[in-house]
């Protein structure tokens, strides 16, 4: 049985990177396996959260995901929190990941910056987490955008070696990643080297899914450039990041290929590429956008989701973490 899971964190500003690189994806999944789409609100707070903000973020993932498609009644939506053996299987990951393998986490190198002694113990831990959040349910495929590839592989690890050291093979499956789509790694709008995100200072970095069309048409018209005109060809990409960005997006948004989107927009400027990207990016978005804001306004509707989706997640997770519990020989009287 092939089962999905993926996660998305409850930490403000869900851009369009969030959404071509992954909720987009599991709409187009949903049809083929079972699938459990989590809003990871324990992994929100390894960096600090205004609790009366975190509950809104919260509420906007779970929006965002219902609003693009996601079928709440045949999968599973939910928040990590309120199924407590995420944390149970964490904590027993933490004894079982080495800290040679946490020491190789990009993102936590990047996330905590310069000043690592004052990350909390949290963020260095966070893709032990990320394991037990997949392991928990057996979940065989991970549909991520690429920034995740890293920490799927520990998760791999994480499950051979438990699966090695208690002498129980095959017991916890080893998690495929899923990156696939022409927008893996959608980059900000302001520098086409750093990947959109959510934490970037600027607003204008980033295409939310709450900023209105024309917010949206200002952002890609502010949207860093250079003096050029469009290629001909792919090659005619290399070193201009921006560009290829905006291309990328263009494809993605309008299901074709970015050799496609190239030979349409061969020898344009910039100005005219933007009005197009622009027009198709609202066109794209606004209707899912006016979902969102539709579900936003009845907050009942989305919190009985997020605890039907809780209830049933926990009803698959209680028999394995008790199974978890006994192999690893916790006394339960
Ligand atoms: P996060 O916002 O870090 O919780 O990420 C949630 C999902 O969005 C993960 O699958 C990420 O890989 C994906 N994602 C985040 N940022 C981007 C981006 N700039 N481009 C593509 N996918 C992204
Ligand atoms: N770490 C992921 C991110 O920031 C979010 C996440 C948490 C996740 N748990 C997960 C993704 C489990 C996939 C599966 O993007």
């Excluded at 909720?23 to 929100?44: G, P, S, T």
Aim: with cysteine; proline share 4%.
């Amino acid at each position: 049985m092939s089962r999905i899971f993926s996660g998305i964190q409850s930490t403000g500003n869900l851009h369009l990177g969030n959404y071509l690189g992954a909720v987009r994806n599991w709409v187009q999944l949903q049809h083929d396996y079972e699938c459990l789409f989590c809003v990871v609100d324990m992994h929100a707070i390894t960096v600090w959260q205004d609790p009366a903000a975190l509950k809104a973020s919260t509420r906007e993932v779970a929006a965002a995901m219902i609003a693009s498609g996601v079928d709440a009644k045949k999968h599973i939506i939910f928040n990590q929190s309120q199924v407590p053996a995420h944390a149970e299987l964490a904590w027993i990951f933490n004894c079982v990941a080495r800290l040679g393998w946490l020491n190789r986490m990009t993102q936590f190198k990047d996330k905590a910056g310069k000043n690592r002694e004052n990350a909390s113990v949290g963020l260095y831990a966070y893709p032990n987490l990320m394991a037990a959040d997949i392991l928990l349910y057996k979940a065989t495929h991970v549909p991520v955008g690429e920034d995740q590839k890293q920490h799927l592989e520990l998760a791999r690890d994480i499950a051979q070696k438990f699966n090695n050291d208690y002498g129980v093979e095959d017991f916890f499956p080893l998690p495929e990643p899923m990156i696939f789509g022409t927008a893996t790694r959608v980059m900000s709008l302001k520098d086409g080297t750093k990947k959109m995100s959510k934490s970037d200072p600027s607003d204008l970095s980033r295409i939310t899914m709450t900023d209105d069309a024309d917010t949206i048409a200002k952002k890609i018209r502010k949207a860093k450039t250079d003096p050029e005109p469009l290629p001909d060809n792919a090659k005619g990409l290399e070193g201009r990041p921006e560009a290829a960005n905006l291309l990328g997006i263009y494809a993605a948004l309008s299901d074709t290929t970015l050799d496609e989107t190239i030979a349409k927009f061969a020898g344009e400027g910039f100005g005219t590429f933007k009005q197009h990207l622009a027009d198709l990016a609202v066109a794209k978005l606004d209707p899912i956008q006016g979902e969102m804001r539709r579900l936003m306004a009845d907050i009942g509707h989305v919190d009985a989701v997020l605890k039907d989706g809780a209830e049933r997640a926990r009803a698959m997770a209680e028999p394995i973490i008790a199974e978890i519990k006994e192999t690893v020989g916790f006394l339960n009287v």
